[in-house]
């Protein structure tokens, strides 16, 4: 089965507002996870990493959350603009370097 | 820096014919990946490709296949198609040993 999930398949938000976006594994060995941005029509894009060693991870406006101990993950996005639309996928790193992905949460940014 | 390209951008084919498809991976990087994105399924991964060799393979019928060339390129095979392999080929590659995988704009298949 699938070991990577994500809480809600649709959020609202209004810009300017912060996005969470959480995505639950069942592997407590994994020990790699991205997070990748797909818009209408493209190539996920790469976002922020995170290693099982770290339990926190900042980019520009964003930030990956890691908890081991419920197997937790969330993309956190500051001050979210019109552009950050588009579905939001967590992905962790299998054995034999497959990434395996959750079905993916649209965000949506409303004015 | 040019990101990972592929082609052809949509192809359109019959059942039972055979598609192929194309990808050049982010100059320096050594590993390739394919992915289906197949509506109400996710991404699921296909093959790994590194130095030439396949290296890991999910789980997807023999028909699928594909092979890295010496310039890391590579392409992806797909034999007797049926009209559920109709989805989103993408591809990524990284550098040799690195996680952290790069998508291209993926090849749109359509099966009728």
């Known amino acids: 089965g699938e070991s990577v999930g994500l809480h809600l398949p649709t959020l609202s938000v209004q810009e300017g507002d912060n996005s969470i976006i959480n995505c639950a594994y069942s592997?407590?060995?994994?020990?790699?996870f991205i997070w990748y941005k797909q818009e209408s029509g493209k190539g996920p894009q790469f976002i922020i990493d995170i290693r099982s060693n770290m339990d926190k991870r900042q980019g520009q406006r964003v930030t990956v959350l890691l908890n081991k101990t419920v197997k937790h993950l969330s993309l956190q996005i500051a001050a979210t603009q019109p552009g950050d639309s588009a579905v939001y996928f967590c992905?962790?790193?299998?054995?034999?370097?497959?990434?395996?992905f959750g079905k993916g949460t649209s965000l949506l940014v409303t004015p | 820096e040019a990101g990972v390209t592929q082609s052809p951008t949509h192809l359109i084919k019959t059942r039972g014919q055979q598609a192929t498809l194309r990808c050049s991976p982010i100059s320096g990087h050594t590993s390739v990946y394919w992915y289906q994105q197949a509506l109400g399924l996710g991404l699921q991964f296909l093959l790994w490709?590194?130095?030439?060799?396949?290296?890991n393979r999910g789980n997807f019928p023999p028909r699928f296949s594909g092979r890295q060339f010496p310039n890391y390129s590579s392409e992806l095979n797909v034999n007797a198609l049926e009209l559920e392999d109709s989805a989103l080929y993408l591809c990524?590659?990284?550098?040799?040993?690195?996680?952290?995988?790069?998508f291209g704009p993926g090849t749109r298949l359509t099966v009728t």
């Open positions: 592997n407590s060995a994994s020990d790699y």
């Open positions: 990524a590659s990284s550098l040799q040993g690195a996680f952290e995988q790069y």
């Open positions: 490709y590194d130095e030439g060799e396949e290296r």
């Open positions: 992905a962790e790193i299998e054995p034999g370097y497959a990434l395996n």
